[in-house]
């Protein structure tokens, strides 16, 4: 008899479980294409461990996504204010699709992840649009009608990629009614999205980070679907006795940016990393199949052969790369310039580069990302409350903005004495700024 | 004009200082709502790209901007017992040195905006946005068709309350012809 359960073993869950129609999910070519996407980029040029790829971060977020889902729903667990629960049936095909779309909701990767999205796609797409453009090509509709029931390719789309983006590229925002932006909310939310929670345990495990870790087992038991004190519309939040795992997960996140994802040597490497892809591909095959043929295989490969002959495409880059010929920090973003010049960094940099020429000088700016991020909280008597006023944490933390100023390394001695004696006059000497 | 950010910055910090001098909340949605009547109500070329979203009209590049204002100490968020209101912060001060022909330029439009919209609860805000941007976006002008875009999308608005919406906006826009 055909086994309807299947265990994946895996170092963050101990066991994935999947069902067939699942197992059908993972061994479509879109999904297998995942084994050959690196989580993390080059990250593994710096914390050698992170190595890791998209196809088994995918798979923890579709096994987080069904105990979410579970605890979420769970007769028990559902607030009296709230109504909107479908029945048992419906419930169980919401299941899947939530299920789908969280192993789904990376399969438009390019090859080494987030490195050269922006210079690659055609301008304001990410790769969340090519997620999309691959649920909707026939293999994957085949896929998905062959299940049992069997979901719809654009809901699966829509729950993978939320509302911004929906609204952005295929629809319109308001095509999600206030249970389908829970059901987003599981894989996707900025709160206790579980593509967070999978790949900051799992770049943690990997990397050999250990500020990634939190009490996810506990945080997921105490997540709720309540009313919102001032919002219209019932979301995900957290009962009392789960906010210091919500804490440490947002803790968890500010280190993991700081320490890991924005590491000044990684942020180099990506730089050469995206020049050399513009350089040799030029553009990205955005058409499914041109997008499912291209992985990190295909790009270290040409990395090799470009960094040993300097007719190549893309020669500096891939030099860079294979021999560890990274540009160098020469200055980072600090609160005491910050305070002088809020854009202290591209001012620095402009400097720099009018010293020492453009090719010498690279410049890297993160947004900031949200992190006092505001949901409600049961509290035991019953009443709501918010995050922001019922944890310091969540009240104070102020969004993590990272700025660096990076220097080709045969230049760094000349451009470090130069910062020296010249860092005050650039910061002070600002131009009027007003119209 | 094309306007950076550091003027853009400069403006949603006036809006943000004078709606906290009338002691009004200002949390995200009345930074939203303002915003967006600034760009299709009174000119101001403040370049967000808004989308209809949930609550009415929302920009999530307007949304990012705000992290981004909060990072670099321009503004500051309190959590009060209803929610949270943004505040100035330390770095307001070096906004005003540095842009203060753009602070001059449209403070007649930020007056009017914190004027007609502080104080209103966020349910009225997303009618009144609302209905602005289907004033802005579509054909049929009239007070009926405006009135039944918003209970199309949004069917928790009752008939009473869209056209009140709609009519409000309308006289806003003769105020200013005016």
Known sequence: MAKHQHEIRDPIHNFVRVTADEVAAINSRPFQRLRHIHQLALTYLVYPGATHRRFEHSLGVMELAGRVFDVITHERSRHPDVELFPDSETLVAWRKVVRLAALFHDLGHLPFSHAAEEQLLPEGRHHEWLTVEVLRSEEMRQVLKAMMPSPDPDLVAKIAIGPEKWGKWFGKATDFNEWDLLMTEIVTGDAFGVDRIDYLLRDSHHAGVAYGRFDHYRLIDTLRILPHPTLERPMIGIEKGGIHAAEALQLARQFMFLQLYYHHVRLAYDIHLSEFMVQWLQTYPTDVEGHLRMTDNEILSEIAASARDKDRPGHDSARRIARRGHFRKIYEQNALDQRIDPNAVGRIAAALRKELGDAAVREKAIPPKQQNIEFPILLDGGEISTSRAESTIYAELKPAAIGVVLIDPDKKKDAKKWLLDNKKKVLSDQMELGV | ?178
Request: charged content about 30%.
């Open chain 2, 1 to 178: 004009m094309n306007i950076n950010d550091l003027q853009r910055s400069a403006i949603v910090a006036m809006l943000v200082k004078e709606c906290r001098a009338r002691d009004a909340f200002c949390g995200e949605t009345m930074v939203q709502k303002s915003v967006f009547f600034l760009q299709k109500l009174l000119n101001v070329p403040l370049e967000f790209d808004f989308q209809l979203y949930i609550y009415g009209p929302f920009s999530f590049e307007l949304q990012q901007h705000l992290w981004s204002m909060m990072a670099d100490d321009m503004l500051t968020v309190r959590p009060l017992e209803y929610g949270s209101t943004f505040e100035p912060g330390e770095q307001v001060t070096y906004l005003e040195k540095h842009t203060a022909s753009t602070i001059a330029e449209h403070r007649d439009a930020v007056d009017f905006v914190i004027e007609h919209l502080a104080g209103r609860g966020v349910k009225h805000l997303e009618r009144l946005a609302t209905a602005l941007y289907f004033t802005v976006t579509t054909d049929d002008t009239s007070i009926e068709g405006r009135s039944a875009k918003i209970r199309e999308v949004k069917p928790h608005i009752s008939d009473d309350e869209a056209r009140k919406a709609v009519e409000e906006v309308d006289e806003w826009r003769k105020e200013l012809a005016a």
